[in-house]
């Protein structure tokens, strides 16, 4: 019964509904309570052959009331208990979804989207039920299985009654020691469907992948071990959950032999009539429903205790990016400064970001190059506040960037990640994403400055076109190219490009970054690309390896200094001549 103390929230928030519903089950039980009475009645007014016309209509018309009233009582019930479980279900939902919102970078790294999914729906369902049928369970195997015992006692014989009703207590003791069992069974059932669902939502989103490296028999073995032992699990908590009904008939049996042994004495003893018997097994057979009841509540609490306890669970981590109570609302803009000491990722004892220092003026261009794991993703990273455990200070325009809500921060940047997800809705609702109240002239505008203007107009629908799910029908650069689009139409502030170009030919590169210094004379970029076409014209380039800053300067002073950067600048012009001279002697 833990799981109604932990729900006890939303029970006293809406108490009125459900006591609205409980009231309805019962005048549901006290309608059940009739026809039984009236059978009975009438089979005895049949042996003494005292059976009238008008008593026989009287008899009809209390049936078809009792048919009536249990269609307009169970209505009411159902519209107040199911309706409430929706609602918390909602409230529930909502709850969960907006937690997924708030939570930062770490979260995610912890908890992988299936697992979430599952969460969100499997354990959301259970819990659902508790506020469902666990309460309709509840209440009415109460009310029903009081008022039944009574009616047996006042209308037939108490004695009979005590004798029919010794059998119950061996149906509590099953109950609980099924329903702990249940629990710690069903804990690893959800556990495991979580693991499913990982592996399921892995295997759709990795399809290319795994076709394209041959391994699609590996990976269906795999799949199918994580079935077989999903449905090991489950089989265990179906077996206990099989095991309610059959003790519960058990004991109904037990209790029909005593009605019919102890009743037919009392008949034959003329203690009760034959249609008080008959009514009383009518009873009996009301008193199946709470009897079954019993064993299906457990089974329901058992559950919804133990989805409860994992979204809890989820609901109690805490981000550890936290806004400042008085944090600034007005979106940041100014020159940006730069100073971390020291960075490393949580769990992570290697330092990430070492000394790196960099002040960026408003308006200018920062390009950051370096091999793969330099450090450069990481840099944006802070500068988004993805983490804030970092040794140093980040400031954008004369504040620390921990001194503005998260909102007024990150409206004043655009950033293009390496992965450039793309949703499954329309073209032009993809580059307005951040904004829908966008025109169409100022999506096409920002098309045009990303340089995909063009291809949109050769797609099947132009800027109606679906692009797929996560842009599966683009090509890399396509994509590339509508991200870009997405983070300029805002006209952010500060313009983050983490490696967005390299999927694009030079000709495009060089066209995008000529279209950005015009649009964005006075805004301020940061590039970081493998490519050093990319930021040869940035007013300051930094070069990052292992998380040092190594080189600094313009173009020609990194290219004078004779170091990493010019003999990268040698090797990549050098390949470019190369690839060009055998694109010639191609088409020639």
Same mark, same amino acid.
């Given at each position: 019964m833990g799981i109604f103390k932990k729900l006890g929230w939303y029970f006293k928030q809406e108490w009125r509904r459900y006591l609205f519903g409980v009231v309805f089950l019962l005048l549901v039980a006290l309608v059940n309570l009739i026809p039984p009475r009236v059978i009975g009645s009438l089979i005895d007014l049949m042996d003494g052959h005292q059976l009238t016309t008008s008593k026989l209509f009287f008899m009809l018309g209390l049936l078809v009331f009792a048919g009536v009233g249990q269609y307009v009582f169970r209505y009411g019930w159902r519209t107040a208990i199911w309706g409430g479980a929706a609602k918390l279900e909602k409230t529930l939902r909502s709850r969960l979804f907006w937690h997924f919102m708030k939570m930062d970078a770490t979260f995610y790294q912890r908890h992988r989207t299936g697992d979430l999914m599952a969460?969100?729906?499997?354990? =959301?369902? /259970? @819990?659902?039920?508790?506020?469902?049928?666990?309460? !309709?369970?509840?209440?009415? %195997?109460?009310?029903?299985?009081?008022?039944?015992?009574?009616?047996?006692?006042?209308?037939?014989?108490?004695?009979?009654?005590?004798?029919?009703?010794?059998?119950?207590? =061996?149906? /509590? @003791?099953?109950?609980?020691?099924?329903?702990?069992? !249940?629990?710690?069974?069903? %804990?690893?059932?959800?556990?495991?469907?979580?693991?499913?669902?990982?592996?399921?939502?892995?295997?759709?989103?990795?399809?290319?992948?795994?076709?394209?490296?041959?391994?699609?028999k590996e990976d269906t073995e795999d799949f199918d071990k994580i079935v077989d032992k999903t449905i090991g699990i489950n089989k265990r908590v179906n077996f206990i959950d099989s095991l309610f009904d059959p003790t519960t008939s058990l004991i109904m049996g037990i209790t029909y032999i005593i009605t019919i042994i102890y009743g037919g004495h009392l008949v034959m003893s003329s203690a009760i009539t034959i249609g008080q018997l008959v009514s009383f097994v009518s009873y009996v057979s009301a008193l199946v429903w709470p009897m079954f009841a019993i064993g299906r509540l457990f089974n329901v609490l058992e559950r919804g205790n133990a989805s409860y306890d994992r979204v809890a669970s989820l609901l109690r981590e805490k981000s550890a990016i936290i806004e400042a109570p008085d944090a600034i609302q007005t979106p940041a803009h100014g020159d940006i400064r730069f100073k971390v000491n020291k960075f490393s990722y949580p769990d992570d004892d290697h330092a990430t970001l070492v000394n790196v220092h960099f002040t960026l003026p408003e308006g200018e261009t920062l390009g950051i190059v370096g091999r793969v794991g330099a450090g450069k993703s990481t840099i944006f990273k802070l500068l988004l506040r993805e983490f804030d455990n970092y040794d140093g200070e980040i400031d954008f325009g004369g504040h620390n960037?921990?001194?503005?809500?998260?909102?007024?921060?990150?409206?004043?940047?655009?950033?293009?990640?390496?992965?450039?997800?793309?949703?499954?809705?329309?073209?032009?609702?993809?580059?307005?994403?951040?904004?829908?109240?966008?025109?169409?002239?100022?999506?096409?505008?920002?098309?045009?400055?990303?340089?995909?203007?063009?291809?949109?107009?050769?797609?099947?629908?132009?800027?109606?076109?679906?692009?797929?799910?996560?842009?599966?029908?683009?090509?890399?650069?396509?994509?590339?190219?509508?991200?870009?689009?997405?983070?300029?139409?805002?006209?952010?502030?500060?313009?983050?490009?983490?490696?967005?170009?390299?999927a694009v030919d030079a000709k495009t590169e060089a066209e995008i970054l000529h279209n950005l210094k015009q649009e964005r004379q006075n805004k301020t970029t940061i590039i970081a690309a493998q490519r050093l076409s990319s930021v040869m014209h940035a007013n300051q380039i930094l070069v990052l390896a292992d998380g040092h800053v190594i080189e600094r300067g313009t173009h020609e002073e990194l290219l004078k200094n004779d170091g990493w950067y010019a003999e990268m600048w040698a090797k990549q012009e050098l390949q470019g001549e190369i690839e060009t001279k055998i694109e010639g002697e191609t088409l020639g």
């Open positions: 969460h969100a729906t499997n354990d =959301l369902n /259970a @819990i659902q039920n508790v506020a469902g049928a666990g309460i !309709l369970t509840l209440f009415d %195997s109460i009310i029903t299985g009081s008022t039944t015992i009574i009616a047996m006692i006042m209308f037939v014989d108490w004695r009979l009654t005590l004798l029919a009703i010794l059998p119950m207590p =061996l149906l /509590a @003791i099953m109950a609980r020691k099924l329903g702990m069992r !249940l629990h710690r069974e069903f %804990s690893r059932s959800q556990a495991a469907f979580s693991r499913l669902n990982d592996k399921t939502q892995e295997s759709i989103s990795g399809i290319k992948v795994i076709k394209t490296f041959g391994q699609d960037i921990k001194e503005y809500t998260l909102d007024a921060l990150l409206d004043s940047i655009g950033y293009v990640p390496q992965d450039n997800f793309l949703f499954s809705t329309t073209v032009a609702d993809n580059i307005r994403f951040s904004s829908f109240d966008k025109q169409q002239e100022e999506v096409e505008e920002a098309a045009r400055e990303s340089a995909v203007h063009n291809d949109i107009l050769d797609f099947t629908e132009g800027y109606g076109t679906l692009v797929g799910e996560r842009g599966v029908s683009l090509s890399g650069g396509q994509k590339q190219r509508l991200a870009i689009a997405r983070a300029v139409i805002t006209t952010p502030e500060l313009l983050i490009l983490d490696d967005s170009l390299s």
